[in-house]
C-alpha cells in the first residue's frame, strides 16, 4: 500500500477502466485527446442502461409520483390568480354591491387548494424518499455483490479507498438527483411555463416587457452551469482524494505509527483537506454570484414591471389585480430558473457516479464461472500444470511455460528464492487467476469449467493472513463447513492443537476475536485457521507461508498435526523454514518461474543442487 502523496493521482490514473467520463480531468483529456467518440457513447449507454435498471420496478410509482408533483406545483402556483380575482372583481362587488359571495368562493377555493397542496406535497415527499431510498439500497446491494464477485487481481489493482468512495460519495450524488433532484426539474420546469403562460394571458404586453430579462438569465445561467460544474467536478475529486487518503491511512495505520509517519500522513492529509476547502470555496462563491445576479435581475424586472405595469393601470389598459399577480408570478418565474441552474450540478455530479458505478457494473468478471460447469463431485485430488504461462495483467512473464504434475494425496514443499514465483502457483490452483495460456486442472478438469462451489470445497489455501472475520472462534471454525456442530468444531481444533488455548480463553470457543482477530495473537489466528481448514477437509490444501507466525513449539505441534491433516489429500506448501519441508513427499525448488530440483526430500539433501545448499545452511543454523 502506497501511503505517498503521489496515491491520488496514480490511483486516479489506474481508475481509468472503470471511471466515468468525467470522473477527473485527466480521464476526460484522454478520451478529448483520442477524440474517442465510441467510448463516450459506450459509457452513456452503459449509464443510462444502468438508470433503466434502477427506474424499472417503480415505474408506475414514478408515475403517481409525477401526477402528485404536477397538482402540487398547480396548487402552489394557484395564489397569485386567486389575489388577482380577489382584487379586481370580488372587492369591487364588496365597494359596488356590498356582496361577499364572490370573495368568499375565492377563500374557499383558496382552502381547498392549500389542502390539496398539502396533501399531495406531504405524499411525494414520504414515497419520493422511499421510493429513491429503495432504489439506493437495490443499487448499493448490487455493486457489493458486484465488488465481491471482481477477481482477487481487481482487488489487488484497485485500492479499498476507490471501492469505499463508490459506495459512499458516489451514492451520495445519485442519491441527490434521486431524491431532491428529479423534484427541482419537474417543479420548476413546471413552473416557468405554467407562469409563462397564466402571464401571457393575463397581459401580453406586460408579460413581454417582463419576459426581456430572460436572455439576461439564461446567459447567467449558461455561466454558472459552466463555471459551477468545474467547481463541482473538482469538489467532487478532491472529497474521493480525502476518502480514499483516509482509508488507506487508517487501514495501515500500524504501518504509519511504527514508522512514525504520523506527521506526514497529516501533511498530506492536510494538503488534501485544504484543497476540498478550496474547491468548496470555490463552488459558493460562483453559488453566490449566481444566487446575487438572479435576484438583481428578478427584482429589476419587479421594479420595471410595477412602472410600466402602474402606467398601464392609470391607462386603464390593465388592472391593479392583475399588476399584483404578475408581481406575485415573477418572483416565483425567476428562482426556478435558479433552480434549475443548480439542478444541472446535481445532474452532473449524478450522472458522473451513474458512469462510474456502471462502469465498476460492467468491469468483466476475470475469473468468471463458467456457463456450464462441469460436475466434479468429491476430488480425488490430482492437480496438473500443463504448458502454464502466466504474468500479472501487463508486467513481465512469472510462470513462463509451467509443467506439473502432483499426484493426488502427494505433499508437495516448493521452495525457492523470493519472487521465483510461488504464491503465483498457489493462486493458480485456487483460481484466483487464470493462466494466460495453458490450463491447471484438477482431476483432469480445467479450473476453468469448474463450478466456484465445487473448487471452493475442494482447494483451500491457507496463506499467513490468517484473515478471522468478527465473530466467535467457533463461528470462524465453523466456516470451513457451515452447519457444523460444536462438537464437530471442538474435534477440528484439537486436531490442530488449537483448543489448548481457546480453552484457556475466559469464554472457551465463543470469545469473541474482535475486528479482524485483534483478540488473538497471529499464531492463535493461524491456529484457527488451520482448524477451519481441517473442518472443511478438501482433497487439495495449499499452506502458503501458514505457519511462519507459530513459535517453535506451536510450529511443532501444527507440524506433528499436519502430517495427519495431510495424510490422505493432496497438499502444496510453500514454505522458507526447511523443517516445514521435511514432512513433504517432494521438493520442487522453483527459480525465475521454473522448476530447477523436483525430488524427495531426501535425494535433494543428497544432491549437489540449490536445496541441497539451502539444507546445509540450515542446519548449520540449527547448530
Ligand atoms: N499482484 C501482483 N501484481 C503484479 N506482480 C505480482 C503480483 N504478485 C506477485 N507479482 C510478481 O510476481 C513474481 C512472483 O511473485 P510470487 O509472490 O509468486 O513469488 P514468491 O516466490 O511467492 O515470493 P515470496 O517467497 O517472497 O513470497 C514477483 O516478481 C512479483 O513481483
Known sequence: MSLDQKTAPAERAEAEDWKGRSDDADAERTLAESDDQASLVRIRRRSFHLLGWMLNPH?????????????????????????????????????????????????????????????????????????????????????????????????????????????????????????????????????????????????????????????????????????????????????????????????????????????????????????????????????????????????????????????????????????????????????????????????????????????????????????????????????????????????????????????????VAMVGATGAGKTTIAKLVSRFYDPNKGRVELDGRDLRDLSDEDLRANVVLITQENFLFDGTIAENIELGRPGADREEIERAAKVVGADEFVRDLPEGFDTHVKKRGGRLSAGQRQLVVFARAVLADPRVLILDEATSSLDIPSERLVQRALKTILADRTAVIIAHRLSTVEIADRVLVLDSGRITEDGSPSELTAGEGGYARLHRQWEDSLV
Not at 107 to 131: C, D, H, P, Q
Open 59 to 411: 415505474k408506475r410509482a414514478m408515475v403517481t409520483l409525477g401526477a402528485m408533483l404536477v397538482v402540487g406545483t398547480l396548487a402552489s402556483l394557484a395564489g397569485p390568480f386567486l389575489a388577482m380575482l380577489a382584487i379586481d372583481h370580488a372587492i369591487p362587488q364588496i365597494t359596488e354591491r356590498g356582496s361577499y359571495t364572490y370573495l368568499i368562493w375565492i377563500a374557499v377555493a383558496f382552502a381547498l387548494i392549500s389542502v390539496v397542496y398539502y396533501a399531495s406535497t406531504r405524499l411525494f415527499i414520504v414515497y419520493s424518499a422511499k421510493i429513491s431510498q429503495e432504489m439506493l439500497a437495490r443499487l448499493r446491494k448490487r455493486v457489493f455483490r458486484k465488488f465481491q464477485q471482481l477477481s482477487v487481481s481487481f482487488h489487488e489493482r484497485f485500492t479499498s479507498g476507490r471501492v469505499v468512495s463508490r459506495q459512499t460519495s458516489d451514492m451520495e450524488s445519485i442519491n441527490e438527483l434521486a431524491s431532491q433532484g428529479a423534484e427541482e426539474l419537474i417543479v420548476s420546469s413546471l413552473s416557468i411555463v405554467v407562469i409563462g403562460a397564466v402571464l401571457a394571458v393575463m397581459d401580453p404586453v406586460l408579460a413581454l416587457a417582463a419576459f426581456v430579462a430572460i436572455p439576461c438569465m439564461i446567459v447567467l445561467a449558461r455561466w454558472f452551469s459552466r463555471v459551477s460544474a468545474i467547481a463541482y467536478r473538482r469538489s467532487r475529486e478532491t472529497v474521493a482524494d480525502l476518502i480514499v487518503y483516509f482509508v488507506e491511512s487508517m487501514g495501515g495505520i500500524k504501518a504509519v505509527q511504527s514508522y512514525r509517519r504520523e506527521d506526514r500522513d497529516r501533511e498530506i492529509f492536510h494538503r488534501l483537506n485544504q484543497a476540498n476547502r478550496y474547491a468548496q470555496a470555490k463552488g459558493f462563491k460562483h453559488n453566490a454570484k449566481f444566487g446575487g445576479g438572479t435576484k438583481l435581475i428578478g427584482n429589476a424586472v419587479i421594479v420595471g414591471v410595477l412602472l410600466f405595469g402602474g402606467w398601464r393601470v392609470m391607462n386603464g389598459d390593465t388592472e391593479i389585480g392583475v399588476l399584483a399577480a404578475f408581481v406575485l408570478y415573477l418572483k416565483r418565474f425567476f428562482d426556478p430558473i435558479q433552480e434549475l441552474a443548480m439542478f444541472y450540478n446535481t445532474l452532473q455530479s449524478g450522472s458522473a457516479a451513474l458512469e462510474k458505478l456502471s462502469g465498476v457494473l460492467d468491469e468483466p468478471v476475470e475469473v468468471a464461472d463458467p456457463e456450464r460447469p462441469e460436475p466434479l463431485g468429491t476430488a480425488r485430488g490430482e492437480v496438473v500444470f500443463t504448458d502454464v504461462e502466466f504474468r500479472y495483467r501487463d508486467d513481465e512473464v512469472v510462470l513462463p511455460g509451467l509443467n506439473l504434475t502432483v499426484p493426488a494425496g502427494q505433499t
